[in-house]
């Protein structure tokens, strides 16, 4: 088994305590869960600053433990601070560390798109996402067939969430053209074996149509990297080992994009 077949493993057995504890009624209830959305595709694509999303996160499988003391709300104000196009938050707690509560203290303090990530399993994680105060979901090709990212796409939008689809090969790319996804992630980490490879994300993301809004995921860890990325049609870019690695990493988050309005 691969450490993603390990976490999607683990995330239905989560998904199936969280359903028998609080249903989807009771979900819908929840004061979030009518509040109005705000569009990262719309962030992105009229973004002054870089697209720059930047991303919540204190451990991962890939790197083990990162920043194990950070604290979300100060983290993400200050990402807020530097005119970041939108806030990536993890709520996986087993692989990345997070708290229960910290996509919600994020969600309080801040008012900017929020993408919720996390590895999403079940149609459950959608209604809970919304309660959560998310406005986009991560849908992986990976770890879901054609049929669950139609529907889950569909509901998604019904519920007024924003999609964004993480892939990392032709296949996947080429296979799901046809979704009406929001955003589209070319991860630059092979989830497999957790290489980095920018010249293969380069090299796919020729594969789709100029129309499309395009997010280079991983391994982005200096402004010439960006540049590169850019420069090969990416519109924005999903960063966090190389922010949450400092003690400050909001700090960083604020160097780079003053690089890049410069």
């Given at each position: 088994?691969?450490?993603?077949?390990?976490?999607k493993?683990?995330?239905?057995?989560?998904?199936?305590?969280?359903?028998?504890?609080?249903?989807?009624?009771?979900?819908?209830?929840?004061?979030l869960?009518?509040?109005?959305?705000?569009?990262l595709?719309?962030?992105?694509?009229?973004s002054?600053?870089?697209?720059?999303?930047?991303?919540?996160?204190?451990?991962?499988?890939a790197?083990g433990?990162?920043n194990?003391d950070?604290?979300?709300?100060?983290v993400?104000?200050?990402?807020?601070?530097?005119?970041?196009s939108?806030?990536?938050?993890?709520?996986?707690?087993?692989?990345f560390?997070?708290?229960?509560?910290?996509?919600?203290?994020?969600?309080?303090?801040?008012?900017i798109?929020?993408?919720r990530?996390?590895?999403?399993?079940?149609e459950?994680?959608?209604?809970?996402?919304k309660?959560?105060?998310a406005?986009v979901?991560?849908?992986?090709?990976?770890?879901?067939?054609?049929?669950?990212?139609?529907?889950?796409?569909?509901?998604?939008?019904?519920?007024?969430?924003e999609?964004?689809?993480?892939?990392?090969n032709?296949t996947?790319i080429?296979?799901?053209?046809d979704?009406n996804?929001?955003?589209?992630g070319?991860n630059?980490?092979?989830?497999?074996?957790?290489?980095v490879s920018?010249?293969?994300?380069i090299?796919l993301?020729q594969?789709?149509?100029?129309?499309?809004?395009?997010?280079?995921?991983?391994?982005?860890?200096?402004?010439?990297?960006?540049?590169?990325?850019?420069n090969n049609?990416?519109?924005?870019f999903?960063i966090?080992e190389?922010?949450?690695?400092?003690?400050?990493?909001?700090?960083?988050?604020?160097?780079?994009i003053?690089?890049?309005k410069?």
């Amino acid at each position: 088994m691969t450490i993603l077949d390990t976490i999607k493993a683990q995330k239905l057995k989560e998904v199936a305590v969280l359903k028998s504890a609080i249903s989807v009624a009771e979900l819908e209830k929840f004061p979030l869960f009518q509040s109005a959305t705000h569009s990262l595709k719309k962030a992105i694509t009229s973004s002054v600053t870089g697209g720059i999303i930047s991303e919540f996160k204190r451990k991962s499988p890939a790197k083990g433990n990162i920043n194990l003391d950070a604290d979300v709300v100060q983290v993400t104000q200050g990402y807020a601070e530097a005119l970041v196009s939108g806030l990536s938050v993890l709520s996986d707690v087993e692989f990345f560390g997070a708290r229960p509560n910290d996509f919600e203290l994020a969600r309080q303090n801040n008012t900017i798109p929020m993408l919720r990530k996390d590895f999403i399993v079940d149609e459950y994680q959608l209604f809970q996402s919304k309660a959560m105060g998310a406005d986009v979901i991560l849908l992986i090709a990976k770890i879901l067939t054609k049929k669950q990212l139609q529907s889950y796409t569909q509901l998604a939008h019904e519920l007024g969430l924003e999609v964004f689809l993480e892939t990392q090969n032709e296949t996947e790319i080429l296979d799901n053209l046809d979704l009406n996804f929001d955003l589209i992630g070319i991860n630059n980490r092979n989830l497999n074996s957790f290489e980095v490879s920018v010249e293969n994300s380069i090299k796919l993301a020729q594969l789709l149509p100029e129309s499309r809004v395009k997010i280079a995921e991983s391994g982005i860890h200096s402004l010439e990297v960006v540049q590169l990325l850019k420069n090969n049609g990416f519109d924005g870019f999903l960063i966090g080992e190389y922010f949450m690695k400092e003690a400050q990493p909001a700090l960083k988050c604020y160097e780079l994009i003053q690089k890049l309005k410069g």
